[in-house]
Nanobody, 115 residues
């Protein structure tokens, strides 16, 4: 059984920073890809960033230059460093992981950016 647990969300002012973490647990040998998505009220869930086990990354245009995704393979954990936060970044952030041909999701963590 695989579980993903996010942490690090919260309330931050415009221009501030937050670091989200996503820890995977369970019967896991490797995680080929991990990612972060977000869903704002009334909107569809959208891609934020992804990272492969080799470190290749992909970002949504809206976060390029402000957010950085990373991972620690030994800890089975991914991170999302978010800088220069804007009100439009307010959303529930979800991590996911592609493991043994299945996609797993965390429960989400709220990020609120106040102006």
């Amino acid at each position: 059984q695989v579980q993903l647990v996010e942490s690090g969300g919260g309330l931050v002012k415009v221009g501030g920073s937050l670091r989200l973490s996503c820890a995977a647990s369970g019967n896991i040998f490797s995680i080929p890809a991990m990612g972060w998505y977000r869903q704002a009220p009334g909107k569809q869930r959208e891609l934020v960033a992804t990272i492969t086990s080799g470190g290749s990354t992909n970002y949504a245009d809206s976060v390029k230059g402000r957010f950085t995704i990373s991972r620690d393979n030994s800890k089975k954990t991914s991170y999302l460093q978010m800088n220069s936060l804007k009100p439009d970044d307010t959303a529930v952030y979800y991590c996911n992981a592609y493991i043994r041909d299945s996609l797993y999701w965390g429960q989400g963590t709220q990020v609120t950016v106040s102006s």
